[in-house]
């Protein structure tokens, strides 16, 4: 295999271009997409449009939500990778996660649960609060996207979080040279999870789906593909893969806009494709280029639309943001109507307060409780080895932060 052009990250330090700040800026966009998929549902009615409008909104966003999560696993491996710290402990990488994590988590759970659900079960509620929701598929699937019904891929999270430290002992044992062959055998065990979904596992009945009318797939389909834990640790471990190929010099000539244009191309394609397969499988490849083409545009100094202050700002409170969003266009449609519909024009204006209400909520998440929460919580006790300096974050659906930075590698750039 022809090595691709050597972009393995300088040291620590050298330059604002050593550091990856459209990764930072790229979380609220996914995030967003998700915002998009909840808001567009009709099961419970979440839309605000009517007639062809909400047809229209309902089918060009009805993949959102799962590109979205995609993107967030796939990046989550890659910053972790990427800033992983030879020196650091998987306790102390475990406590870092656990304090950025689950603050939020528990706060906007209780939020959820004194404003919206009136009606759970202990069976429901219980399983996420402690974000074990994802390995109980009950009927309908009613405890996996229960309560905070984005808090399902954090219970995802956490098991990706147990199993880093050894797959990271595992991944940086790769010869460079065969990194691009393991990446295709995750993709492949991707594409096979997907097939055997649909050939092998029963089609009936249907499950009511979290972003449309209905997911077309049983209630075991969609919790293999979509929501067991070790099923979408196989994208955490790509994006493991792709910080690896951009660390060792593997990365092949792919400039950020083909990259970005490869994954609307793939979107596309994926409404055409059947469920199993559309899920994560179709835009699998492309999401995972997008993001180490992004990396490597930052370290080549590349132009990048992610690299603003705005970008970076809304990057940073996008964990917070992506837990907010769904109680409060819960909330807001309890408070309209669940009947009650609107133009283009009014309905997007009512669309545009909810985003506005989301981020200025999310920001003050962030500042009140996820900021005071790292800084008190994710310091290891007085007298622990401590890694070599803090570091930073970016990353999934938690904004993914990571103290300590590699030796010799560069760490994403974060603001605030």
Not at 15 to 41: D, I, N, W, Y
Request: charged share 10%; net charge positive; glycine share 8%.
């Amino acid at each position: 295999m022809t090595p691709g052009v050597s972009v393995a990250p300088p040291a620590a330090g050298q330059g604002v271009h050593s550091r990856l700040p459209s990764l930072t800026g790229m979380r609220f966009l996914a995030a967003l997409l998700v915002f998009l998929f909840h808001s567009s549902r009709t099961d419970p009615p979440l839309s605000l449009f009517r007639g062809s409008t909400a047809h229209w909104y309902s089918t060009v966003f009805s993949q959102a939500g799962w590109v979205g999560v995609s993107f967030f696993f796939l990046l989550s491996g890659f910053v972790l990778t990427w800033v992983a710290n030879p020196l650091d402990t998987p306790r102390l990488f475990w406590r870092r996660r656990i304090a950025k994590l689950y603050p939020n988590h528990v706060v906007m759970f209780a939020v959820t649960m004194a404003l919206l659900t009136t009606a759970a079960t202990w069976r429901q509620w219980l399983p996420n609060l402690f974000l074990v929701q994802t390995w109980f598929p009950t009927a309908h699937l009613d405890t996996v996207f229960s309560i905070d019904q984005p808090s399902w891929s954090l219970s995802c999270e956490i098991v990706f979080y147990l199993c880093f430290p050894l797959l990271y002992r595992r991944v940086v044992k790769i010869a460079p040279d065969r990194l691009w062959v393991w990446a295709g055998i995750v993709v492949a065990a991707v594409f096979a999870v997907a097939a055997v979904a649909q050939l092998a596992l029963p089609s009936s009945p249907m499950t009511p789906s979290p972003g449309g009318p209905r997911f077309l797939a049983s209630q075991w389909q969609v919790w293999v593909v979509y929501a067991l834990p070790p099923v979408r640790l196989l994208e955490f471990v790509l994006g493991m893969l792709m910080a690896r190929i951009v660390q060792s010099g593997r990365w092949i000539r792919l400039p950020l806009l083909p990259a970005g244009l490869l994954t609307i191309g793939a979107y596309a394609a994926a409404s055409r494709a059947s469920w199993s397969f559309a899920t994560v499988a179709v835009c699998l490849v492309p999401l995972a280029l997008l993001i180490a083409s992004a990396a490597v545009a930052d370290l080549r100094g590349r132009r990048s639309p992610f690299r603003g202050p705005v970008a970076l700002w809304l990057g940073e409170v996008s964990f917070a943001f992506y837990l907010v969003h769904g109680p409060v266009l819960g909330y807001l449609r309890g408070k309209i109507g669940f009947g009650v519909t609107f133009g283009p024009l009014a309905g997007s204006a009512v669309l545009l307060f909810a985003l506005a209400v989301s981020v200025l909520l999310a920001w003050h998440l962030h500042t009140a409780v996820e900021t005071p929460m790292m800084r008190r919580w994710s310091k290891p006790s007085t007298g622990a080895r401590t890694p070599p300096a803090p570091g930073l974050v970016v990353g999934a659906p938690d904004a993914l932060a990571f103290s300590g930075t590699p030796r010799n590698a560069a760490v994403p750039r974060t603001e605030g």
